[in-house]
């Protein structure tokens, strides 16, 4: 079964930084585009980053400067760099590959 799992998230206060990392199963992965995506509270679930097979990456605008993606095809794994991290970076961040959502980390940062 193909499966997007997800770890890093924790708690930090503002200025800190996490590490994402979404473990994909499955060889495919390799060739397809990646994403981290994240909903906060009463929000709706919007775009952080992606990178494409060949490391094309997009940022949102709220992130630039800020967050890093990064893939390793060697073992079918993307990051998520997260630095100078806000209380607005609060959420749960999900992988997002082919259509298939992981189950989410929650990441929260605090003033």
């Known amino acids: 079964q193909v499966r997007l799992v997800e770890s890093g998230g924790g708690s930090v206060q503002g200025g800190g930084s996490l590490r994402l990392s979404c473990a994909a199963s499955?060889?495919?992965?390799?060739?397809?585009?990646m994403g981290w995506y994240r909903q906060a509270p009463g929000k709706q679930r919007e775009l952080v980053a992606t990178?494409?097979?060949?490391?094309?990456?997009n940022y949102a605008d709220s992130v630039k400067g800020r967050f890093t993606i990064s893939r390793e095809h060697a073992k079918n794994t993307v990051f998520l760099q997260m630095n100078s991290l806000r209380p607005e970076d609060t959420a749960v961040y999900y992988c997002?590959?082919?259509?298939?959502w992981g189950q989410g980390t929650q990441v929260t940062v605090s003033s």
């Open positions: 990178i494409t097979s060949g490391g094309s990456t």
């Open positions: 499955g060889s495919i992965f390799s060739l397809n585009a």
């Open positions: 997002h590959c082919l259509g298939i």
